[in-house]
Protein backbone atom coordinates (compact mmCIF):
# COMPACT_ATOMS: atom_id res chain seq x y z
CA UNK A 1 0.00 0.00 0.00
CA UNK A 2 1.26 3.66 -0.83
CA UNK A 3 -0.52 6.90 -0.19
CA UNK A 4 0.88 10.16 -1.34
CA UNK A 5 -1.06 13.54 -0.26
CA UNK A 6 0.06 16.46 -1.98
CA UNK A 7 -1.51 20.50 -0.89
CA UNK A 8 -1.29 21.77 -4.68
CA UNK A 9 -4.84 20.93 -6.00
CA UNK A 10 -8.08 20.68 -4.07
CA UNK A 11 -11.22 18.54 -5.54
CA UNK A 12 -11.23 15.96 -7.96
CA UNK A 13 -13.88 13.65 -9.36
CA UNK A 14 -14.50 11.23 -12.36
CA UNK A 15 -13.26 12.16 -16.05
CA UNK A 16 -13.67 10.88 -19.71
CA UNK A 17 -11.25 8.25 -20.87
CA UNK A 18 -9.93 9.01 -24.58
CA UNK A 19 -9.17 5.37 -24.96
CA UNK A 20 -11.36 4.11 -27.65
CA UNK A 21 -12.45 0.97 -25.50
CA UNK A 22 -13.99 3.05 -22.76
CA UNK A 23 -17.22 4.60 -22.84
CA UNK A 24 -17.06 8.56 -23.41
CA UNK A 25 -19.74 11.44 -22.76
CA UNK A 26 -18.97 13.09 -25.83
CA UNK A 27 -21.25 16.04 -25.80
CA UNK A 28 -19.70 19.58 -26.17
CA UNK A 29 -21.99 22.08 -24.70
CA UNK A 30 -21.55 26.17 -25.75
CA UNK A 31 -19.59 28.54 -23.01
CA UNK A 32 -21.87 29.54 -20.63
CA UNK A 33 -24.84 27.33 -21.18
CA UNK A 34 -25.82 24.15 -19.36
CA UNK A 35 -28.46 21.87 -20.04
CA UNK A 36 -30.74 20.82 -17.56
CA UNK A 37 -29.34 17.50 -15.42
CA UNK A 38 -31.24 14.11 -16.85
CA UNK A 39 -32.90 12.79 -14.01
CA UNK A 40 -32.40 8.97 -13.68
CA UNK A 41 -35.56 7.15 -13.05
CA UNK A 42 -35.44 3.58 -11.24
CA UNK A 43 -38.08 1.31 -10.69
CA UNK A 44 -38.59 0.55 -6.93
CA UNK A 45 -36.50 -2.75 -6.77
CA UNK A 46 -33.45 -0.28 -8.58
CA UNK A 47 -33.61 2.00 -5.57
CA UNK A 48 -33.43 -0.42 -3.60
CA UNK A 49 -30.44 -1.35 -4.76
CA UNK A 50 -28.86 2.19 -4.85
CA UNK A 51 -29.79 2.02 -1.02
CA UNK A 52 -27.85 -1.29 -0.77
CA UNK A 53 -24.97 0.50 -2.49
CA UNK A 54 -24.88 3.23 -0.56
CA UNK A 55 -24.73 0.84 2.60
CA UNK A 56 -21.53 -1.02 0.85
CA UNK A 57 -20.29 1.89 -0.40
CA UNK A 58 -19.98 3.22 3.68
CA UNK A 59 -19.03 0.06 5.08
CA UNK A 60 -15.79 -0.22 2.40
CA UNK A 61 -14.99 3.05 3.46
CA UNK A 62 -14.92 2.42 7.01
CA UNK A 63 -12.78 -0.46 6.66
CA UNK A 64 -10.67 1.37 4.67
CA UNK A 65 -10.62 4.07 7.03
CA UNK A 66 -9.53 1.86 10.29
CA UNK A 67 -6.85 0.04 8.59
CA UNK A 68 -5.37 3.44 7.37
CA UNK A 69 -5.37 4.47 11.49
CA UNK A 70 -3.31 1.89 12.12
CA UNK A 71 -1.18 2.64 9.39
CA UNK A 72 0.45 5.60 8.61
CA UNK A 73 -3.15 7.80 9.05
CA UNK A 74 -2.57 9.12 5.33
CA UNK A 75 -5.22 10.95 3.67
CA UNK A 76 -6.87 8.26 1.15
CA UNK A 77 -9.53 7.95 -1.64
CA UNK A 78 -11.60 4.91 -2.83
CA UNK A 79 -14.34 4.62 -5.28
CA UNK A 80 -17.19 2.17 -4.05
CA UNK A 81 -18.53 2.05 -7.43
CA UNK A 82 -15.47 0.84 -9.16
CA UNK A 83 -14.76 -1.95 -6.68
CA UNK A 84 -19.01 -3.02 -6.98
CA UNK A 85 -18.81 -3.13 -10.50
CA UNK A 86 -15.21 -5.01 -10.80
CA UNK A 87 -16.83 -7.26 -7.98
CA UNK A 88 -19.95 -7.57 -10.26
CA UNK A 89 -18.66 -9.11 -13.07
CA UNK A 90 -16.12 -11.27 -10.84
CA UNK A 91 -19.28 -12.97 -9.00
CA UNK A 92 -20.70 -13.51 -12.47
CA UNK A 93 -18.44 -16.41 -12.33
CA UNK A 94 -19.09 -17.54 -8.92
CA UNK A 95 -21.16 -20.45 -7.74
CA UNK A 96 -22.51 -22.14 -4.36
CA UNK A 97 -20.98 -20.64 -1.44
CA UNK A 98 -18.09 -17.94 -2.71
CA UNK A 99 -21.55 -16.54 -5.15
CA UNK A 100 -23.48 -16.31 -1.37
CA UNK A 101 -20.34 -14.69 0.19
CA UNK A 102 -19.79 -12.11 -2.69
CA UNK A 103 -23.80 -11.44 -2.87
CA UNK A 104 -23.86 -10.63 0.74
CA UNK A 105 -20.45 -8.34 1.01
CA UNK A 106 -22.14 -6.54 -1.50
CA UNK A 107 -25.32 -6.15 0.43
CA UNK A 108 -26.80 -8.23 -2.63
CA UNK A 109 -28.81 -10.76 -0.06
CA UNK A 110 -32.22 -9.40 -0.95
CA UNK A 111 -31.27 -9.60 -4.85
CA UNK A 112 -30.48 -13.30 -5.46
CA UNK A 113 -31.33 -12.76 -9.33
CA UNK A 114 -28.00 -12.15 -11.42
CA UNK A 115 -30.11 -10.79 -14.15
CA UNK A 116 -31.64 -7.90 -12.25
CA UNK A 117 -28.14 -7.37 -10.20
CA UNK A 118 -26.46 -6.78 -13.71
CA UNK A 119 -29.53 -5.62 -15.83
CA UNK A 120 -29.26 -2.22 -12.43
CA UNK A 121 -25.48 -1.75 -13.37
CA UNK A 122 -26.12 -1.51 -17.30
CA UNK A 123 -28.67 0.81 -16.56
CA UNK A 124 -26.83 3.13 -13.96
CA UNK A 125 -23.41 2.86 -16.06
CA UNK A 126 -25.41 4.21 -19.55
CA UNK A 127 -27.59 6.85 -17.04
CA UNK A 128 -24.61 8.43 -15.02
CA UNK A 129 -22.69 8.91 -18.65
CA UNK A 130 -25.89 10.79 -20.13
CA UNK A 131 -26.92 13.04 -17.14
CA UNK A 132 -24.33 15.86 -17.45
CA UNK A 133 -22.81 16.81 -20.73
CA UNK A 134 -21.04 19.73 -19.27
CA UNK A 135 -19.24 16.58 -16.83
CA UNK A 136 -16.52 14.58 -18.69
CA UNK A 137 -17.33 10.84 -17.00
CA UNK A 138 -16.01 7.80 -18.43
CA UNK A 139 -16.43 3.89 -16.95
CA UNK A 140 -15.00 0.75 -18.82
CA UNK A 141 -14.51 -2.52 -18.31
CA UNK A 142 -12.01 -4.73 -19.30
CA UNK A 143 -11.30 -9.11 -19.11
CA UNK A 144 -7.96 -10.13 -19.70
CA UNK A 145 -7.94 -13.96 -20.03
CA UNK A 146 -5.02 -17.05 -19.98
CA UNK A 147 -5.15 -18.11 -23.51
CA UNK A 148 -4.53 -21.31 -22.33
CA UNK A 149 -7.40 -21.51 -20.35
CA UNK A 150 -10.76 -22.75 -21.37
CA UNK A 151 -13.26 -19.89 -20.33
CA UNK A 152 -17.03 -20.13 -19.99
CA UNK A 153 -18.61 -17.92 -22.76
CA UNK A 154 -20.96 -17.71 -21.05
CA UNK A 155 -19.22 -15.61 -18.20
CA UNK A 156 -17.75 -13.30 -21.09
CA UNK A 157 -20.87 -13.22 -22.88
CA UNK A 158 -22.79 -11.63 -19.75
CA UNK A 159 -19.98 -9.33 -18.85
CA UNK A 160 -19.88 -8.21 -22.28
CA UNK A 161 -23.61 -7.78 -22.54
CA UNK A 162 -24.05 -6.24 -19.61
CA UNK A 163 -21.08 -4.48 -18.48
CA UNK A 164 -19.74 -3.61 -21.94
CA UNK A 165 -16.56 -5.15 -20.86
CA UNK A 166 -13.41 -5.85 -23.78
CA UNK A 167 -12.48 -9.11 -23.30
CA UNK A 168 -8.76 -10.20 -24.65
CA UNK A 169 -6.74 -13.38 -24.74
CA UNK A 170 -3.02 -12.86 -23.32
CA UNK A 171 0.12 -14.52 -22.66
CA UNK A 172 0.70 -14.28 -19.05
CA UNK A 173 4.14 -15.66 -18.73
CA UNK A 174 5.07 -13.04 -21.28
CA UNK A 175 6.48 -9.81 -19.57
CA UNK A 176 4.68 -7.63 -22.04
CA UNK A 177 1.34 -8.50 -21.14
CA UNK A 178 1.73 -6.21 -18.16
CA UNK A 179 2.66 -3.45 -20.14
CA UNK A 180 -0.74 -4.09 -22.00
CA UNK A 181 -2.82 -4.06 -18.84
CA UNK A 182 -0.78 -0.79 -17.38
CA UNK A 183 -1.98 0.90 -20.58
CA UNK A 184 -5.43 -0.11 -20.22
CA UNK A 185 -5.44 1.45 -17.30
CA UNK A 186 -3.58 4.87 -18.28
CA UNK A 187 -5.82 4.93 -21.48
CA UNK A 188 -9.21 4.79 -19.47
CA UNK A 189 -7.71 7.17 -16.79
CA UNK A 190 -6.92 10.07 -19.38
CA UNK A 191 -3.08 8.67 -17.94
CA UNK A 192 -3.61 9.68 -14.00
CA UNK A 193 -3.16 6.23 -13.07
CA UNK A 194 -0.58 4.82 -15.21
CA UNK A 195 0.69 1.38 -13.02
CA UNK A 196 -1.35 -1.24 -11.78
CA UNK A 197 0.20 -4.23 -11.68
CA UNK A 198 3.80 -5.17 -11.28
CA UNK A 199 3.94 -8.49 -13.04
CA UNK A 200 1.87 -10.97 -14.49
CA UNK A 201 2.85 -15.01 -14.06
CA UNK A 202 1.86 -17.86 -16.06
CA UNK A 203 -0.58 -19.20 -13.91
CA UNK A 204 -2.80 -16.28 -13.84
CA UNK A 205 -6.37 -16.76 -15.00
CA UNK A 206 -7.35 -13.71 -15.59
CA UNK A 207 -7.78 -10.06 -14.66
CA UNK A 208 -10.48 -8.05 -14.28
CA UNK A 209 -10.75 -4.18 -14.41
CA UNK A 210 -12.87 -1.32 -14.06
CA UNK A 211 -11.73 2.25 -14.85
CA UNK A 212 -14.06 5.08 -13.70
CA UNK A 213 -12.50 8.92 -14.47
CA UNK A 214 -14.47 12.20 -13.93
CA UNK A 215 -13.84 16.10 -14.11
CA UNK A 216 -15.91 18.78 -13.25
CA UNK A 217 -16.20 22.37 -13.11
CA UNK A 218 -17.65 23.78 -10.13
CA UNK A 219 -21.07 25.25 -10.97
CA UNK A 220 -19.83 27.81 -8.43
CA UNK A 221 -16.09 28.46 -9.21
CA UNK A 222 -13.92 29.68 -6.26
CA UNK A 223 -11.76 33.00 -7.35
CA UNK A 224 -8.20 31.67 -7.60
CA UNK A 225 -7.08 35.66 -5.68
CA UNK A 226 -9.25 34.57 -2.94
CA UNK A 227 -7.21 31.61 -2.27
CA UNK A 228 -4.36 32.28 0.42
CA UNK A 229 -2.61 30.47 3.37
CA UNK A 230 -4.93 29.35 6.29
CA UNK A 231 -4.17 27.02 9.20
CA UNK A 232 -5.53 23.65 8.92
CA UNK A 233 -5.39 21.48 12.79
CA UNK A 234 -5.33 17.74 12.59
CA UNK A 235 -7.37 15.33 14.99
CA UNK A 236 -3.84 15.46 16.95
CA UNK A 237 -3.82 19.05 17.61
CA UNK A 238 -0.69 19.64 14.55
CA UNK A 239 -1.36 22.74 12.83
CA UNK A 240 -0.57 23.37 9.16
CA UNK A 241 -0.66 26.18 6.60
CA UNK A 242 -2.85 25.28 3.60
CA UNK A 243 -3.95 26.92 0.57
CA UNK A 244 -7.76 27.48 1.70
CA UNK A 245 -10.00 28.65 -0.99
CA UNK A 246 -12.81 31.01 -0.62
CA UNK A 247 -16.47 31.75 -1.63
CA UNK A 248 -19.61 33.20 -0.17
CA UNK A 249 -22.60 31.55 -2.45
CA UNK A 250 -26.04 29.59 -1.96
CA UNK A 251 -25.29 25.83 -1.40
CA UNK A 252 -27.80 23.46 0.07
CA UNK A 253 -26.80 23.18 3.78
CA UNK A 254 -27.63 21.04 7.27
CA UNK A 255 -26.37 20.57 10.41
CA UNK A 256 -26.87 19.09 13.53
CA UNK A 257 -24.69 18.29 16.83
CA UNK A 258 -21.73 16.32 15.12
CA UNK A 259 -21.80 17.47 11.77
CA UNK A 260 -21.74 20.15 9.26
CA UNK A 261 -22.81 19.66 5.60
CA UNK A 262 -22.46 21.25 2.80
CA UNK A 263 -23.62 20.05 -0.95
CA UNK A 264 -20.79 21.43 -3.76
CA UNK A 265 -22.36 20.94 -7.21
CA UNK A 266 -20.41 20.56 -10.58
CA UNK A 267 -21.65 21.55 -13.84
CA UNK A 268 -25.38 21.08 -14.40
CA UNK A 269 -25.83 19.98 -10.93
CA UNK A 270 -26.36 16.43 -11.65
CA UNK A 271 -22.84 15.89 -10.02
CA UNK A 272 -21.64 17.31 -6.63
CA UNK A 273 -19.35 16.45 -4.12
CA UNK A 274 -20.82 16.15 0.01
CA UNK A 275 -18.46 17.58 2.13
CA UNK A 276 -19.12 16.33 5.99
CA UNK A 277 -17.11 18.48 8.57
CA UNK A 278 -17.34 17.38 11.98
CA UNK A 279 -18.34 19.59 14.90
CA UNK A 280 -15.81 21.21 17.05
CA UNK A 281 -14.65 18.38 19.74
CA UNK A 282 -16.23 15.89 17.15
CA UNK A 283 -14.06 13.59 15.28
CA UNK A 284 -14.27 11.50 11.75
CA UNK A 285 -14.65 8.25 13.40
CA UNK A 286 -17.45 9.29 15.37
CA UNK A 287 -19.22 10.87 11.39
CA UNK A 288 -18.53 7.73 10.25
CA UNK A 289 -20.42 5.82 13.16
CA UNK A 290 -23.55 7.63 12.59
CA UNK A 291 -23.72 7.10 8.62
CA UNK A 292 -24.05 3.33 9.48
CA UNK A 293 -27.17 3.77 11.33
CA UNK A 294 -29.98 2.77 9.20
CA UNK A 295 -31.07 5.74 6.99
CA UNK A 296 -29.20 8.69 8.35
CA UNK A 297 -27.45 9.32 5.29
CA UNK A 298 -30.34 9.67 3.57
CA UNK A 299 -32.12 12.12 6.46
CA UNK A 300 -29.12 14.07 6.46
CA UNK A 301 -29.55 14.32 2.51
CA UNK A 302 -33.21 14.92 2.67
CA UNK A 303 -32.89 17.64 5.58
CA UNK A 304 -30.31 19.78 3.47
CA UNK A 305 -31.90 23.41 2.77
CA UNK A 306 -30.12 26.43 0.66
CA UNK A 307 -27.98 28.80 2.66
CA UNK A 308 -25.77 31.72 1.80
CA UNK A 309 -22.27 30.10 2.96
CA UNK A 310 -19.44 31.94 3.93
CA UNK A 311 -17.19 28.29 2.53
CA UNK A 312 -13.48 27.92 2.81
CA UNK A 313 -11.76 24.68 1.42
CA UNK A 314 -8.77 23.31 0.99
CA UNK A 315 -6.87 22.62 -1.74
CA UNK A 316 -5.78 18.91 -2.50
CA UNK A 317 -4.50 16.44 -4.02
CA UNK A 318 -4.55 12.74 -3.04
CA UNK A 319 -2.87 9.58 -4.73
CA UNK A 320 -3.60 6.39 -3.44
CA UNK A 321 -3.27 2.72 -4.01
CA UNK A 322 -4.41 -0.50 -1.58
CA UNK A 323 -4.68 -4.10 -2.02
CA UNK A 324 -8.48 -5.05 -0.94
CA UNK A 325 -8.30 -8.62 0.46
CA UNK A 326 -8.16 -8.17 4.13
CA UNK A 327 -11.02 -5.62 3.80
CA UNK A 328 -13.02 -7.88 2.18
CA UNK A 329 -12.29 -10.77 4.05
CA UNK A 330 -13.18 -8.94 7.01
CA UNK A 331 -16.64 -7.94 4.98
CA UNK A 332 -17.61 -11.83 4.45
CA UNK A 333 -15.95 -12.45 1.27
CA UNK A 334 -12.92 -14.79 2.65
CA UNK A 335 -13.65 -18.28 1.10
CA UNK A 336 -13.45 -16.30 -2.64
CA UNK A 337 -9.82 -15.33 -2.11
CA UNK A 338 -8.91 -19.52 -0.73
CA UNK A 339 -8.64 -22.77 -2.33
CA UNK A 340 -12.30 -23.89 -1.48
CA UNK A 341 -13.46 -20.78 -3.75
CA UNK A 342 -15.69 -21.88 -6.69
CA UNK A 343 -15.53 -19.94 -9.64
CA UNK A 344 -16.69 -23.14 -11.91
CA UNK A 345 -18.97 -20.38 -14.09
CA UNK A 346 -15.57 -19.00 -15.17
CA UNK A 347 -13.44 -22.37 -16.30
CA UNK A 348 -13.84 -26.02 -15.39
CA UNK A 349 -10.42 -25.97 -13.50
CA UNK A 350 -10.10 -24.47 -9.92
CA UNK A 351 -9.27 -21.08 -9.31
CA UNK A 352 -9.67 -18.02 -6.88
CA UNK A 353 -9.26 -14.54 -6.51
CA UNK A 354 -5.85 -13.95 -5.95
CA UNK A 355 -6.16 -10.39 -4.94
CA UNK A 356 -8.09 -7.58 -5.65
CA UNK A 357 -6.49 -3.86 -5.78
CA UNK A 358 -7.69 -0.45 -5.76
CA UNK A 359 -5.79 3.04 -7.39
CA UNK A 360 -7.20 6.10 -7.20
CA UNK A 361 -6.30 9.89 -7.59
CA UNK A 362 -8.27 12.78 -6.79
CA UNK A 363 -7.15 16.46 -7.43
CA UNK A 364 -9.08 19.89 -6.33
CA UNK A 365 -8.77 23.58 -6.70
CA UNK A 366 -10.52 26.76 -7.64
CA UNK A 367 -11.81 25.04 -10.79
CA UNK A 368 -12.93 21.81 -10.17
CA UNK A 369 -12.32 18.26 -9.57
CA UNK A 370 -10.23 15.44 -11.18
CA UNK A 371 -10.51 12.32 -10.31
CA UNK A 372 -10.09 8.24 -11.14
CA UNK A 373 -10.13 4.97 -9.89
CA UNK A 374 -9.08 1.55 -11.24
CA UNK A 375 -9.83 -1.76 -9.55
CA UNK A 376 -8.56 -4.81 -10.82
CA UNK A 377 -9.44 -8.34 -9.48
CA UNK A 378 -6.58 -10.88 -9.91
CA UNK A 379 -7.86 -14.42 -10.62
CA UNK A 380 -5.73 -17.45 -10.39
CA UNK A 381 -5.81 -21.22 -11.06
CA UNK A 382 -4.97 -23.20 -7.98
CA UNK A 383 -3.42 -25.91 -9.81
CA UNK A 384 -1.53 -24.82 -12.90
CA UNK A 385 -4.09 -24.93 -15.83
CA UNK A 386 -37.34 31.21 1.73
CA UNK A 387 -34.23 33.96 1.77
CA UNK A 388 -31.49 31.16 3.05
CA UNK A 389 -29.73 31.96 6.52
CA UNK A 390 -26.14 32.85 6.68
CA UNK A 391 -23.72 30.10 7.95
CA UNK A 392 -19.90 29.39 7.94
CA UNK A 393 -18.43 26.42 6.73
CA UNK A 394 -14.81 26.66 7.21
CA UNK A 395 -13.09 23.08 6.74
CA UNK A 396 -9.48 24.04 8.80
CA UNK A 397 -9.71 20.69 10.28
CA UNK A 398 -10.41 16.83 8.88
CA UNK A 399 -12.97 16.44 6.65
CA UNK A 400 -14.70 13.80 4.83
CA UNK A 401 -15.73 14.13 1.21
CA UNK A 402 -18.46 12.20 -1.14
CA UNK A 403 -18.57 12.87 -4.50
CA UNK A 404 -22.45 11.34 -5.72
CA UNK A 405 -24.89 11.30 -8.43
CA UNK A 406 -27.22 13.12 -7.64
CA UNK A 407 -30.95 12.28 -8.38
CA UNK A 408 -30.25 8.41 -7.61
CA UNK A 409 -27.31 9.27 -5.02
CA UNK A 410 -24.82 6.92 -5.90
CA UNK A 411 -21.49 7.03 -4.38
CA UNK A 412 -18.43 7.18 -7.02
CA UNK A 413 -15.49 8.31 -4.70
CA UNK A 414 -15.04 8.81 -0.97
CA UNK A 415 -12.31 10.19 1.09
CA UNK A 416 -11.00 11.75 3.86
CA UNK A 417 -8.50 14.74 4.48
CA UNK A 418 -7.10 14.39 7.77
CA UNK A 419 -3.92 16.15 7.18
CA UNK A 420 -1.16 17.47 4.99
CA UNK A 421 1.93 15.53 5.58
CA UNK A 422 4.12 14.10 2.71
Not at 140 to 157: D, K, L, R
Not at 222 to 231: G, I, S
Not at 346 to 370: H, W
Request: hydrophobic share 40%.
Amino acid sequence: MKSRIYTVFFTAIIGLSLASSCDKNEVETPSGTLTDPIQINLRSAEQEMVKTDQSFAFAFFENVFDEESLDKDHNFMVSPLSLSMALAMTQNGAAGDTKTVMQEALRWRDFPDDEAINDYYKKLKEALLKTDPSTSLSIANAIFTNQSVAINPGFTNTNRSYFDATVQQVDFSNPATTSVINQWASDNTNGLIEKVIDKTKSDDLMYLLNAIYFKGIWTTEFEVKNTTKKPFTDEEGTVQQVDMMKQKAKFNYTENQLLQVVQLPYGNQAFSMMVLLPGEGKTLKEVLAATRQNDYWHSLKTGMREAEVDLFLPKFKTEYSKKLNEVLTKMGMGIAFTDAADFSGITDLPARISFVKQDTYISTDESGTEAAAVTVVGMELTSMPSEPRRVIFNAERPFIYIIQENSTGAILFMGAVKNFND
